[in-house]
């Protein structure tokens, strides 16, 4: 099998089950940070700090289980260091699979992922991991108190640091306001946060791991807009000088973005700002954003 396992053997593995039952392919990008296998780790996390150069070069990808199916064909782009790219594009476009191949899920079937002008291959995968954090579309918190949920990403942060994470996430207020406040259960045993407040968390949680890559899912199904507000200025705080991948729904990440690729089944069929593409005749991003930019 060409899954990618880290050293423990274990994400790989269960990814692929997860695939299975579930077929989501969203759910991916939340196994990478939910699987609280760390927590109780003493390691000290020492990896080397990567610049955050990604380079997609004619990357092919073809799902193991799938063959008959191209997913990506010739896929090239290049996000330096702190650039904001919105990948936009139909349904089984390819979008979230440009993410997988990010985070070492799978290994490209052609072409090659450069990170700091290095093969992606060459890294010590949980270094590579190390340096990204993702908040998924829709987060799930795994069965532990907030602090713990905060604090996955850096096992040995202080509580200062914790603290200061979850205030420039917008979730400091909420977190107060439940009776044990850090040490408030979430997850199904424990208290139910709502959407906004689970991605405040993940927020949180992703600020204090300090990646260099930032992998950002966003909702299709609005927050309430008071939510919406709060968790749009902290993922705002969170990109700053970070290299962000954006699955963008949003006009606005859309439009402040470095560079918007629109993917049509497996193929980046236009590239560039927003003002370059709506400068396109006939294109397909000027044809979009004259529709509901919603629909993306
Ligand atoms: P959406 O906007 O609906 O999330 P997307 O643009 O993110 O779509 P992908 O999820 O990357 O698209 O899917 C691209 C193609 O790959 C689709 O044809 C999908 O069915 C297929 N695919 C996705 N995940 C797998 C998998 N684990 N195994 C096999 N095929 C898959």
New binding site residues.
Partial sequence: SSYVGASSGGIAELYAQM?KAI?A??R?FELLEEIPEKINSTEIQNFPKIKGDVSFENVAFT????KE?Q??KEVSFTALSGQKIA?V????????????LLLRFYDTTGGSITIDNKNMLEYDLEALRGNMSIVPQDVILFGGTIKENIAYGKPNATEEEIILAAKQANALQFIQGFPEQFETVVGERGIKLSGGQRQRIAIARALLKNPSILIL?EA?SSLDSESEKLVQEALEILMEGRTSII?AHRLSTIRSADQILV?DQ?QITEKGTHQELIAIENGIYKNLSNLQFSDF
């Fill in positions: 695939q077929g392919t969203e991916v799902y193991p289980s799938r199916i997913v990506l990948i594009g139909p349904s089984g476009a390819g979008k979230s699979t440009i993410a997988s899912d299709t699955i993917l497996g």
